[in-house]
Structures are given as C-alpha cells and as structure tokens.
C-alpha cells in the first residue's frame, strides 16, 4: 500500500480493505511505520517507538476483529499496556514499565487495533499544550511553530499528520476537544462513566478525567466508542447504554434542534479572537441551514465560581499525583523529579484544606444542576473550543519575571504565599483565558465534542464546540455526521509529506 493509498482511508475504510482481502495488518503496519519515520522526528508525536510490539501484534490479532489490523497509538498517560514503558510527561517514571493492561487497552486490542507507540503528553496532563520537558514539544502538523494543545497533543499531531487515522486521548479539563481543534480533527468527550479507566483507578480528578479518542471522522469516533464504552469490575459509574450502536446514529439524520450559541468570553476582562468568533457563527448559519433553531445565548454559568470551584481539585489531584510518584520510587519527590510549574501546583494543593475540597466538589454539583436546566430549553450549547487559534509553541511557558519569582518561592519554601500570589493568579489566569470553555463539561459530566469549522489565514485549523445532556452521545454523533456531510473537513491535510 502506498502513502497515498493509506491516507485515503479512515480506521473503518481500512479495516474494510483488510477483510477484502485487498491488503494485509502487516502491510498497514509497515506504511503506517514509514509514514512515522518520515514526519515524526518534525512533530515529535510518538516518544515510545515500539514497532516490534507491533509486529507482534499483527501475529495475534483476533479473526473477526472490527478495526482488525488498523494501526493505532496510545497516549503515554494513565493507559497502560504491558511490558511497555508509561512515563506521563515525566522524567523520574524513567524506570516503570506497566505490568497489566488498562481495560481500555484491552479493548482496543479485542477490537483488533494494532498499537506501535505511545505519543506525548504534557507533564501529568497539566496543561493545555504539550510541551514537557521530559521529552520536548509536539509540534503541530498544520504549522510546525505552533502548538498541538494538550494534553493529548503527541496523539492529535500523529493523527493529523497522517501516521494512524486515530489515536487514543483523555480529558480532564478539555484534552481530547483542545488538540482536536488545535490539529482540524474530530474529537468528543464521552460522558462520565461511559468508559472504564480500571482496572487502577476508580474516577480521576473527582470524575472530571474521560478517556476517549481523537479521530479524522466522525464515524470511527462513533465505532470506537462503541467498542470502548461500558461498565467494568469497580467502576464507580453505571450508566445507561445507548439504545443503539453510535456507529448506526451516524448514518441517521438528527431531529431539528434548538442550540444556544455564545462567544462570550466567560472572563469578561479578556477578549475570544476573532476567527473562534468566525468558527462559531459559521457553524450558526450552517445549522439555521439544515433546520435547526439557533439563538444567542449569554454563558450560562458565573465565571468566578466556575475558577473558584476548578482550581482546588486541580492543584490537589496534583498533590495527590505526586504522592503517588514518591510512593512508586520509594523516597520523598524531590524538586528535580517533576517541572517547576508541576512542583510549585503540588504545593498549593497541600496549602489547600480538605475543606476546600469538598466545598469546590459541592460548587460542581451546583453546575451541573445549572447546565441541567439550561438543557430543560436548549439541547446543545454551542460555544468556541478556545478563545484563540492555535497558539505558538512556548507561549504559554511562565516568562523570565514569572520564573525568577517562581524559583524564589521554590528555594525558600515559602509555599504558604502561593494562595493568592500575583504571580500565580497571572500564570493560571493566562492559561485559563486561553481556554475558558471546556473545563465546563468535566466538572458536570457532560458529553462534549470539538468539530473542525473554520480554518485561519495562515491555515491553522480552529474547531467549535457542542456541549449536551448527560448519557446524549447519541445525539451529538448524528448531529455531527450532518455537520461533518455539509461541510466536510477529512479531505483537508497538512503538507508534511
């Protein structure tokens, strides 16, 4: 099979040609590994080669497999596949290699997918761009100065590029919808409990963190959830399965639809670009087009208790993630085992109360009962993915002030300034005005998807968002399939080749 021939195809056409008989696993395999050898030293995507574990896999696929032979990669954070390294953007998990397989990878393999790496991530998935430096950025694919998002960044890129017509993600505050938009790809987040994070962890960051995937169409997202989705021993999460396949809402024709639209930057100080509002108002018009009743609507939840509620569990899950870093290497972390910014956020988590804690928890439930009666008149919020296109890589890095101001409190240890330091507000506020949306749907639970609508002057895709009810992926794969047959984006690639 030859390069072109390869792209042509997403997971389900090319699973297709393999039970046709029209090309063998290990054929896709070695364009899929030549493919990588050619454009991944330029975006660094995957960080873990591991091309025998391929071969082997190729061996050992099930016979009647859906996606039997599609090559396919993992994100290096909190999916583990045995015998392999899992490093999660950090240096000091050098040494651990998994010894089980996640149920997700587990079904991945029963599905037949072919893994052949692991892509990078930011540190622990902390931030919106992926650029750790344990293994240097990805770059992104559409304009190698700029930035793939994050966290599932090395994932985003190696699909956009081209490498596998899909790849695994997750998202804790917007990391499968961020690196979709960031690299012109389809990306939804699951609702809570729909997937299966065991068999090591029950929920992640109080239930905000879903697996998932980032994909070119919007049908094998579909099939992938279908093949991933469902209860497994210990989850903490039952919930009702659809009704049907996701892959059959695909070819199914939405009801007409009421969607309230905003571009409304939720901090009202700071200002959504231009092209995002573009994105967004192109997407109105397209959905006025196709029957749908579309209004404006202003944000509707309050920004300050949105912060309020977000930052305490944030910074104490990384607390908690460092913990369990030392509990693994067997003595306590020290400041050279993590990245300054990882370091200094673990320590706000310990200046945070349990108190603190609990009460950001009960600002989630208030949330979620607010989006619930927002969804009692709207079935879908529309709003941008970010209020930038794709940012350059190192914009968001703590500037020179920041880090010497950073390093004096890292030296003294004076740990206790870090609740309402200036310069930690500066440092989280220019973060957060970057991505005001998406943190939304991970503290309620709510499915939430990014669709490529829009691209830049200087071609850097920009995707808009659609968040729904609680259990209504159904909804959104048949709504995106419309919108995906109206304005199709697949076709549309990087020039990397």
Request: aromatic share 10%.
């Amino acid at each position: 099979m030859t390069t072109a021939e390869y792209l042509n195809y997403d997971a389900i056409g090319l699973a297709q040609l393999v039970r046709q008989g029209d090309v063998t696993p290990r054929e896709l395999l070695n364009t899929a590994l030549a493919i990588a050898e050619k454009v991944n030293p330029r975006i660094n995507a995957i960080i873990h080669p591991l091309y025998e574990e391929g071969y082997k896999m190729v061996e050992e696929l099930p016979a009647e497999a859906p996606l039997r032979g599609v090559p396919f990669l993992l994100k290096d954070l909190a999916l583990e596949w045995a015998g392999t390294p899992m490093r999660s953007g950090n240096k000091a998990y050098y040494k651990y290699v998994s010894s089980v397989d996640s149920y997700y990878v587990e079904r991945c393999r029963a599905a037949g997918l072919v893994f052949f790496g692991k892509t990078n991530t930011p540190e622990f998935g902390l931030n919106p761009f992926t650029e750790p430096t344990a293994f240097g950025p990805s770059h992104n694919p559409w304009n190698l100065d700029y930035s793939t998002g994050g966290s599932s960044g090395g994932s985003a890129a190696a699909v956009a590029a081209g490498i596998v017509p899909a790849a695994t993600a997750s998202d804790g505050g917007g990391s499968i919808r961020i690196p979709a938009s960031c690299c012109g790809l389809f990306g939804l987040k699951p609702t809570r409990g729909r997937v299966s994070l065991g068999p090591h962890v029950g929920e992640a960051w109080g239930g905000a963190v879903v697996s998932g995937s980032v994909t070119r169409t919007v049908r094998d997202s579909a099939l992938l959830l279908d093949l991933l989705s469902g209860y497994a021993p210990g989850d903490p999460y039952v919930i009702q399965a659809p009704e049907r396949p996701y892959l059959q809402e695909v070819d199914a024709a939405p009801e007409k639809l009421r969607i309230g639209f905003s571009t409304q930057h939720p901090l009202s100080w700071h200002k959504v670009d231009a092209d995002c509002v573009r994105a967004v108002e192109k997407a109105a018009r397209l959905l006025m087009s196709l029957g749908h009743e579309v209004e404006e609507v202003s944000i509707p939840f309050n920004p300050e208790m949105f912060l309020e509620a977000f930052l305490p569990v944030f910074v104490g899950e990384t607390s908690a993630a460092l913990r369990h870093l030392s509990k693994w290497l067997g003595r306590p972390i020290q400041k050279g085992d993590v990245e300054m910014n990882t370091w200094l956020i673990a320590k706000l988590g310990e200046v945070y109360t349990a108190a603190d804690y609990a009460h950001a928890q009960y600002r989630w439930n208030e949330l979620s009962r607010t989006m619930a009666t927002f969804h009692q008149q709207y079935d879908l919020l529309l709003t941008p993915v970010m209020a930038r296109p794709p940012i350059r890589i190192g914009e968001l890095q703590n500037n020179a002030q920041e880090n010497m101001m950073l390093k004096l409190l890292q030296t003294t240890g004076g740990y206790s300034f870090l609740k309402g330091s200036k310069v930690v507000e500066q440092v989280a506020e220019r973060t957060f005005s970057y991505i005001p949306y998406t943190t939304l749907a991970n503290m309620t639970g709510q499915p939430s998807m990014s669709i490529p609508m829009h691209w830049t002057q200087n071609n850097l895709p920009i995707g808009v968002m659609f968040t729904g009810r609680m259990g209504e992926e159904s909804l959104m794969f048949r709504l995106a399939a419309q919108l995906e047959q109206a304005q199709p984006w697949a076709h549309q690639r990087p020039n990397l080749m």
